[in-house]
């Protein structure tokens, strides 16, 4: 009978998971292009490919802290679109996602607790063994944990725009 009430569908959101893939698709480009291959782990691990000295420079100044902007916003969207949730869950994502990417920068300003708690045997698993080089050699920048919370706040405000609505009747 009401028509005009909307409610969130329980469907994935495609649009959202595509929003965050194509996220994810732009700043590795940032890696493989302006950034050395022996510095980025999934660039000089897996893939094996670089573009850093075939172009010039290509995203500057941004690009020091594009990759942390795109890294939430693209998380956030990717598991909000799985998750299919209303403004409630994206609000929850959101914060996770945001407190997730702080803690990690942090961690590389104050690098003891992270280095002593990071067990022995992620050393041979994929992703999980560059943990303490992260830790070690990354660089503490205020501008990255702006680009976070920027992201984070761009991604709850997408979230908003493309939520999918199913009529109730």
Not at 25 to 48: A, E, K
Request: include cysteine.
């Amino acid at each position: 009978m009401q028509e005009n009430l909307k409610a969130p569908n329980i469907k994935t959101n495609k649009i959202q998971v595509m929003m965050g893939l194509a996220g994810l698709f732009v700043g590795s480009f940032v890696y493989l292009i302006d950034r050395p291959p022996n510095q980025t782990y999934f660039v000089h691990v897996f893939f094996n490919i670089s573009l850093y000295n075939l172009f010039p420079i290509s995203f500057g100044f941004i690009g020091n802290m594009l990759p942390d902007f795109l890294h939430v916003f693209s998380f956030i969207l990717i598991t909000a679109g799985l998750a299919s949730c209303g403004k409630r869950g994206f609000l929850i994502i959101c914060t996770g996602w945001l407190l997730l990417d702080i803690a990690f920068e942090l961690g590389q300003k104050f690098q003891a607790l992270p280095l002593k708690i990071i067990p022995g045997w992620f050393v041979g698993i994929p992703f999980l063994e560059n943990s303490k080089n992260y830790f070690l050699h990354g660089t503490f920048d205020i501008r990255d944990l702006a680009a976070v919370a920027a992201g984070a706040l761009t991604a709850y405000f997408v979230l908003l725009k493309t939520m999918k609505r199913r009529k109730i009747s």
